[in-house]
């Protein structure tokens, strides 16, 4: 059955309302995706000033080390069908927390940035595929619905913390910065919480 637009906007904004679900495991996802933005909006001024004084293109080098991310989201969503989708969130979000403090110290060398980075970008793989995996079993007749209010918050993440990052570097340097991408990864890491004590009681074949 096809729907008019107007219906299918009144029908994602019920599904909003209605499946709180939805909306926790989005703002899972978008505080997960504002923590690694902080490093997107960050990456060239930090690394193309001291100590490390890279040029462009190894700045876009460092940005490939991210590929291990992208690399674990088949492994994860395989683990997430067989009912491990809480754990693995929960290990993707104390990745993003981990990569903070790690990058907190890698002015001491090139290589802590790296091992941040890479472990950033595996945290927000495991949060991103968990919380798809899930979101995705709440109305199955109803994923294209689910999955647009679920980019559209995630996405609004990552624009909110590429500006929080912007500022927190322009106002207190690199300090800042990790304690706004922290912040952030707790504040994912909150509703991931939220998620499980609400819905732990969920079979995985249900969700």
């Avoid at 504002?34 to 000033?49: D, E, G, P, R």
């Avoid at 080098?61 to 674990?72: I, M, Y």
């Avoid at 890491?189 to 995985?204: E, I, M, S, V, W």
Wanted: charge should be positive; proline fraction near 1%; include cysteine.
């Amino acid at each position: 059955i096809r729907m008019k637009y107007s219906d299918v906007f009144k029908s994602m904004a019920e599904l909003l309302v209605s499946e709180k679900r939805l909306s926790i495991r989005a703002y899972a996802g978008a505080g997960a995706f504002a923590s690694m933005s902080v490093i997107f909006s960050t990456i060239a001024v930090y690394l193309s000033s001291a100590p490390f004084h890279l040029q462009d293109m190894w700045i876009g080098l460092v940005s490939l080390v991210g590929v291990f991310g992208a690399l674990s989201s088949q492994f994860v969503g395989k683990y997430a069908d067989r009912g491990y989708g809480t754990l693995f969130t929960f290990l993707g979000c104390g990745f993003l927390i981990l990569s903070w403090v790690i990058f907190y110290f890698s002015s001491a060398g090139l290589g802590l940035y790296l091992i941040g980075f890479a472990t950033t970008n595996l945290g927000l793989a495991f949060v991103h595929s968990c919380n798809q995996n899930i979101i995705f079993r709440i109305r199955p007749n109803a994923k294209s619905r689910l999955n647009a209010i679920y980019m559209t918050l995630y996405f609004g993440g990552a624009a909110t913390g590429s500006a929080i990052g912007t500022y927190a570097w322009n106002h207190g340097g690199w300090i800042y910065t990790c304690m706004a991408g922290l912040a952030l990864a707790i504040f994912a890491t909150f509703f991931a919480l939220l998620d499980y004590l609400l819905y732990r009681n969920k079979k995985p074949n249900v969700a």
